[in-house]
């Protein structure tokens, strides 16, 4: 299927530019590729640099004379490109295998007492809700779940009701994978910080499709993914933690970058670098490392963050209303989206179903269970065209039901 982008949005410039994004992602040629909110599609460039990283291995061996210097400069870059992202330090990154990893370790960190609350919702991820179910199991600690996240409910006002100062950690998205919601992370934070809670914020969705200076948002721990909205290998992620809380986050795996300069004395003595990579226990595989600076160079150099931000927003905003205007659609996002998740239900047919009836025209986009609803996920690299053809598509099935 070919989609030929238009330029209804923005002129001729931005159709060159669409053009030579679309050019360097194969995996969004042989099908209308709308589900970037679970995996972003892999550059051309990144996986040249993926494969040529991964051969050199082969060749040359993976230990050698300038090999463990060249693995320790990548993940030092990797985490500066975090840092510039997220408007930290690069001291505050560690670079994790995907967003789960992340959250386990800012949650698991912290220290836990029988009667301690957290605070989440049911809107949330499991990349963040088990690593609570584990704390609920392993230490007693009381679950209070809210409903935030829903587009009718003030997320502030939710998190308010259940605040108290037993509140050890309140855990929610930047983006709702549910429903695609925006949450104020700010008050939130404040909110949070009033009882001496930290928030530990999932940002699977979020980093990557809107801006995240983390400083603003407040948050004490940030969970990106790699391969969703940065376009990166499989395998590939980053914590954010903020400086002043690393002694409050303690280690739960600990390996060489866990110990300064790598050395402990024998009795068990041993000092944390004053750093994030403290909590990079399992390397990452090296060629992914290298896979996922091509995309972040990509991202950030040669199309801009930007364009990208503003792009995914007016995308998403098209998709609305598209989506919208179709009898018998129930939108479940909110109504003004500035995002690339957009959430809704056709009247007469199963998500699921909907989902598999589009997958037959490869037109590829996801269902999320609660609420129980369609998910469409417009990356940068979209066209208006292709949301049209979507439209069509489900004005098709709607009418033939
Ligand atoms: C909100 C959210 N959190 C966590 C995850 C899991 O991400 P990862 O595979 O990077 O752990 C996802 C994946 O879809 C997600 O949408």
């Not at 949005?9 to 709308?34: F, Q, S, T, V």
């Not at 030092?76 to 690069?90: S, W």
């Not at 050890?168 to 992370?185: C, D, E, Q």
């Not at 009795?267 to 994030?276: H, N, Q």
Request: hydrophobic share 40%; proline share 6%.
């Amino acid at each position: 299927m070919s989609a030929e982008p238009t330029t209804r949005a923005r002129g001729a410039a931005n159709r060159e530019k669409i053009l030579a994004i679309r050019a360097e992602l194969p995996a969004i040629h042989g099908c209308l590729y709308l589900n970037n909110g679970t995996n972003g599609p892999l550059p051309q460039r990144s996986h040249d640099a993926l494969i040529a990283a991964a051969t050199e291995e082969l060749h040359e061996g993976r230990i050698g004379a300038t090999t463990w210097a060249r693995g320790v400069a990548n993940a030092d870059a990797a985490r500066a490109k975090f840092a510039a992202l997220l408007g930290c330090g690069t001291d505050e990154i560690a670079l994790t295998h995907n967003t789960t990893e992340g959250m386990n370790i800012a949650l698991a960190g912290l220290p836990w007492e029988r009667g301690d609350e957290v605070i989440t919702a049911t809107t949330e991820h499991p990349g963040g809700l088990y690593p609570l179910y584990l704390l609920k199991h392993r230490h007693g600690v009381r679950l209070r779940m809210t409903e935030i996240g829903l587009v009718d409910l003030d997320p502030v006002e939710e998190l308010g009701k259940v605040l108290t100062a037993r509140t050890k950690a309140v855990v929610l998205s930047h983006v709702s994978w549910a429903t695609g919601m925006i949450l104020p992370l700010r008050e939130l934070a404040d909110l949070a910080h009033s009882v001496g809670a930290l928030l530990i914020c999932d940002a699977a969705q979020g980093s990557g499709m809107v801006p995240a200076p983390v400083y603003d948002l407040g948050v004490d721990a940030y969970a990106c993914s790699g391969q969703k909205w940065l376009c990166g290998p499989d395998g590939t992620g980053a914590l954010f933690v903020r400086r002043d809380r690393l002694a409050e986050i303690s280690q739960s795996y600990i390996g060489y970058a866990g110990v300064q300069g790598g050395r402990s004395s024998h009795e068990g003595y041993y000092i944390p670098p004053p750093a994030a990579s403290r909590y990079e226990a399992a390397t990452l595989y090296p060629p992914s490392v290298v896979g996922l600076n091509a995309s972040l160079d990509w991202l950030a150099d040669d199309i801009g963050w930007e364009w990208i931000y503003a792009r995914i927003a007016e995308l998403g905003r098209y998709c609305y209303d598209a989506l919208a205007a179709i009898p018998g659609v129930t939108m479940v996002s909110p109504r003004d989206p500035r995002t690339g998740l957009t959430h809704f239900s056709l009247a007469g047919i199963a998500p699921a179903d909907l989902t598999a009836r589009l997958a037959e025209q490869q037109i590829v986009i996801r269902h999320t269970p609660h609420p129980n609803a369609n998910r469409v996920s417009t990356g940068f690299y979209n066209t208006e065209d292709e949301i049209d053809q979507l439209a069509e598509a489900i004005a098709v099935i709607a009418k033939n039901i």
